[in-house]
């Protein structure tokens, strides 16, 4: 955890925040409960909920809060354990010691909960869009009817898309952990093993040296499918092996890192040509990364540079300004540059997408590619994002845009024919938005140019 005072000025800020917006009433927190996986005692991994952990840090199921606007009172919900508990958990801290430990001065039963929220009868109840359906159960049952807050989301987004200093060095952290976890796959790629064994190495770092990973480990000869989670395959000659993969650290801050290996350990010509498209348009967006632009800016600037690519290998023909509005990137990119991250490997998406990633007056595309956008907004100091293009050869995708006429004259289908067994790549760094520019988060880079991914792998 971080220190009280951590805890106490969020939550100070918070409440400034809704009062500077006209809000009043309370604010109620729900922490997350334990999920089972079968039966009762089985459960599905801890975690708590991200917001909770923002505002409280408390790291224990069957927390709540209510915090008053007006008043500034703050109490903390839950129950101390029985000795029926104890036998299975161990002593524990009384949850009174605990809310003061992040500031709280008043605690009381979870079973008071009902009782305050009925005695603020007539009075504004702000409340979360909940990130599980136990919670939005629970939210049923305490406020039948009531609907998550606007106005209390945006100003949690306002707080928590801005990253504190001691937060950015967990994530530095996380990355650190990120970096070692690939470096370890990429030195495990191997013919004729089967992929989830490497899954196995990497995911063992990121237990044994942190909480586990930032989100299920993509990592797959098939990187076309963006998100294939399978790892069933024996590692073949020639193929693309995308390793998408992260880091959760034990403070709960993620990263996120993709790398594309050759599994021979040379690319050939061909591959050498995507990547080295792939690989430029990720220096490009890092190179634009800065406070005022718009990340959808940066988006439709590296679609340009890989239409540009794409082009000059014949595969799409025009003037790259219209390809760009008619949208051709999104064939062989169809999903957005990058997403914000921090206690969320897809920071606070669980709060709504559009108000994390847009501003008022920015609307979502609906695109493919820029439609899938999830970080749109003007860039500002504190942000932390994901710089990730891809291009992808998706049999499927090309097929329909041929039959539906969708690439209009820019698409060469024909050359594209050539590359309905390529795969896909993809190459992700995360990085921190500052004053003047942008930093790359952790303490390296992780191997990426075609000479330095070769270079690495033969060691
Ligand atoms: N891990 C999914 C992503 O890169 O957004
Ligand atoms: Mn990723
Ligand atoms: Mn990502």
């Not at 914000?340 to 998406?349: A, F, I, R, T, Y």
Request: aromatic share 8%; charged share 25%; proline share 4%.
């Amino acid at each position: 955890m971080f220190s009280k005072e951590v805890y106490v000025r969020r939550r100070a800020a918070l409440l400034e925040k809704m009062r500077s917006e006209g809000q009043s009433g309370l604010v109620l927190f729900i922490g997350n409960a334990e999920a089972p996986a079968q039966y009762k005692n089985n459960c599905y991994k801890w975690r708590q909920e991200s917001s909770w952990l923002y505002f409280f840090g408390i790291d224990e199921p069957l927390y709540a809060a209510v915090l008053d606007i007006d008043s500034g009172e703050e109490t903390i919900f839950a129950n101390d354990v029985e000795l029926d508990d104890i036998i299975w958990m161990g002593p524990q801290t009384p949850v009174r010691e605990k809310a003061l430990a992040v500031g709280v001065k008043n605690s009381a039963p979870l079973s008071k909960l009902e009782e305050c929220l009925e005695k603020a009868a007539g009075r504004d109840v702000h409340f979360l869009p909940p990130s599980r359906y136990y919670n939005t159960m629970r939210l049923e049952a305490l406020l039948p009817g009531k609907t998550p807050s606007e106005a209390l989301t945006k100003a949690v987004i306002g707080l928590r898309i801005i990253k504190e200093d001691i937060e950015i060095q967990e994530i530095d952290k996380a990355c650190d952990l990120g970096i070692q976890m690939h470096s370890v796959a990429r030195d495990a790629i191997r013919l004729g093993i089967v992929e989830q064994e490497i899954v196995g190495l990497m995911e063992g770092i990121a237990l044994a040296k942190g909480w586990g990973t930032s989100f299920p480990t993509i990592l797959t000869q098939h990187g076309e499918t963006l998100h294939n989670h399978l790892h069933d395959k024996v590692i073949e000659p020639g193929k693309l092996m995308v390793i998408d993969a992260g880091v959760e650290n034990n403070m709960h801050y993620a990263s996120d890192f993709t790398r594309t290996y050759p599994t021979s350990g040379k690319f050939t010509t061909k591959q050498r040509e995507i990547y080295q498209i792939v690989f430029e348009c990720n220096e490009l967006a890092f190179s634009l990364t800065k406070p005022g632009v718009t990340y959808r800016e940066v988006h439709l600037a590296t679609a340009r540079k890989m239409l540009e690519g794409l082009s000059a290998l014949g595969l799409v023909k025009g003037d790259l300004d219209e390809m760009v509005a008619a949208g051709i990137a999104g064939l062989f990119q169809p999903h957005g540059l990058g997403h914000n991250m921090g206690l969320d490997v897809h920071d606070m998406e669980d709060l709504g997408e559009n108000l994390v990633g847009y501003e008022p007056g920015q609307t979502r595309a609906r695109q493919l590619g820029l439609g899938s956008l999830r970080m749109a907004r003007h860039l500002a100091p504190g942000y932390v994002i994901t710089d990730e293009p891809g291009i992808y050869f998706i049999p499927a995708l090309i097929e329909k845009f041929k039959r539906e006429g969708l690439g209009g004259d820019f698409v060469n289908y024909q050359a594209l024919e050539g590359y309905y067994d390529f795969g896909g790549i993809r190459l992700e760094d995360d990085v921190l938005v500052t004053a003047d520019g942008a930093r790359r988060l952790g303490s390296g880079r992780l191997p990426i140019s075609p000479d330095d991914v070769e270079k690495a792998m033969a060691k």
